[in-house]
């Protein structure tokens, strides 16, 4: 019996929604650790908020480059689950998660002595350095528990299970913001008690993790000992989702740096504009994480025509998304600026850009939900080649624009060149079949 065209779309929107939307909670939840972090810090004054600003970058740009962890994990264990083989599921998220441990002790060995310089890097001043080495040389040890926690992350997502790292992120905020009041405000530790909190916070997280992981492993029956076959595996498909990462850190590292070589103005209008758009990008995101354990299992599964449907219904999503966020921007524009500043001239600069990422939106709802799509695939190789390409589009446009004095507009031009360029070679490599590579491993 053939069932009805509109009956498998409801039920892949069900199936989308029941990975997304506690996926879209755990994501909010997230940056919730440093915020929370700087509303504390903050009563200690200027210079040790400027600190944690400088670490929170450093920390930030590492945990951006290490997200493959998660990524990759989540395709590898969701092919193993279409497969019907849940102990070699299990068997590549703990190789995955003796990576991230591995990853993460060689960073605090070739960290500490760097840094100085890694804080000089980001431009700290002598009054807030010290600050941010002290937040800094704590926070390394909390590193490789937060690169547990991403892989964990990738395990579960890749059994299906998005509520999970929902109810870890919640609980690792709440528990970061408790201890962060009693190392700082009742001990008065200064700021090594925000970095403790934070580190002791996410060493809770990742025990979580590991409890959990474990108790599938035995349930199972598979083997948690590390496995170098497992883990060259896990480390070779990371290394395409590595380098299209680094691409994109390099387009939103540049974009700053020009609009902060704009003006004061600019820069203050692009980082409020850039902020709605991340915020905005955390809910298709969202749908993206969706994409990665729901194609890695069908894949897995070999059924390629349910991969086909259910990639059209969530670029179908992530279209319906971007529209909707970008008729919300321009509802919300003529009032929003004014959350923000009183400068007269900052209104004016964000009122324009607002527009054009208003305009952006549903282009970004494609990127993201076919990025997610392919890397539940395990096309990091193209997404690698690709990212790189539309990196190559970005910055010569950034710089032209720049030199023609396009301003804020010219830059927000350029990057939606970049998004467009990666639309257009996702949506190729989509529509083709190259990508559609069956069975447990890719």
Request: aromatic share 8%; charged share 10%.
């Amino acid at each position: 019996m053939t069932i009805p065209r509109r009956t498998l779309a409801r039920a892949h929107d069900r199936e989308i929604l029941r990975l997304a939307v506690p996926a879209f909670g755990a994501l909010v939840a997230e940056p919730l650790f440093l915020l929370s972090d700087s509303a504390i810090v903050g009563h200690l004054g200027t210079a040790p908020l400027g600190g944690l600003g400088v670490a929170g970058q450093a920390l930030n740009t590492l945990v951006y480059l290490c997200v493959f962890l998660a990524y990759g994990t989540t395709a590898g264990v969701a092919r193993q689950v279409g497969a019907g083989d849940l102990r070699a599921a299990v068997r590549q998220g703990i190789d995955g998660m003796w990576l991230a441990l591995a990853i993460g002790v060689g960073l605090i060995v070739v960290g500490w002595p760097l840094i100085p310089l890694i804080v000089d890097a980001f431009g700290a001043s002598p009054a807030v350095a010290p600050f941010a080495e002290t937040y800094l040389r704590v926070s390394l040890f909390g590193i490789p528990s937060m690169l547990i926690v991403l892989a964990g992350t990738g395990v579960l997502r890749g059994l299906q299970d998005t509520r999970t790292p929902l109810l870890v992120a919640v609980g690792g905020f709440s528990v970061n913001l408790l201890l962060n009041v009693v190392f700082v405000i009742v001990l008065d530790w200064g700021i090594a008690g925000s970095a403790w909190g934070t580190v002791l916070a996410q060493t809770g997280s990742a025990v979580v993790y590991v409890v959990v992981v474990l108790r599938a492993a035995l349930r199972h029956g598979a083997p948690v000992r590390p496995d170098l076959d497992g883990l060259r595996t896990s480390a070779t498909a990371g290394f395409g989702l590595l380098v299209r990462t680094a691409a994109l850190r390099v387009v939103l590292i540049i974009g700053t740096s020009v609009a902060a070589r704009m003006g004061d103005q600019e820069i203050a209008a692009y980082q409020v504009g850039f902020q709605v758009w991340t915020l905005l990008a955390f809910a298709l995101d969202a749908i993206a994480i969706a994409g990665q354990a729901i194609t890695g299992r069908y894949l897995g599964a070999s059924d390629i025509g349910a991969t086909r449907a259910v990639t059209r219904r969530m670029v179908a999503w992530g279209v319906g998304c971007g529209v909707a966020f970008g008729l919300m921007i321009v509802a919300v524009r003529p009032w929003l600026p004014d959350l923000f500043t009183s400068d007269g001239g900052v209104r004016d600069l964000l009122l324009a850009s607002l527009l054009v990422v208003a305009v952006l939106q549903p282009v970004a709802g494609v990127v993201f939900v076919l990025d997610g799509i392919l890397i539940g695939a395990g096309d990091g190789a193209y997404l690698a080649l690709t990212t790189l390409i539309a990196t190559a589009v970005f910055l010569p446009a950034a710089l032209v624009l720049y030199r023609a004095d396009a301003g804020l507009i010219g830059l927000w031009t350029a990057i939606g060149l970049w998004m467009l360029t990666r639309m257009i070679t996702l949506g190729l490599r989509a529509r083709g079949d190259r990508w559609l590579v069956t069975g447990a491993v890719r």
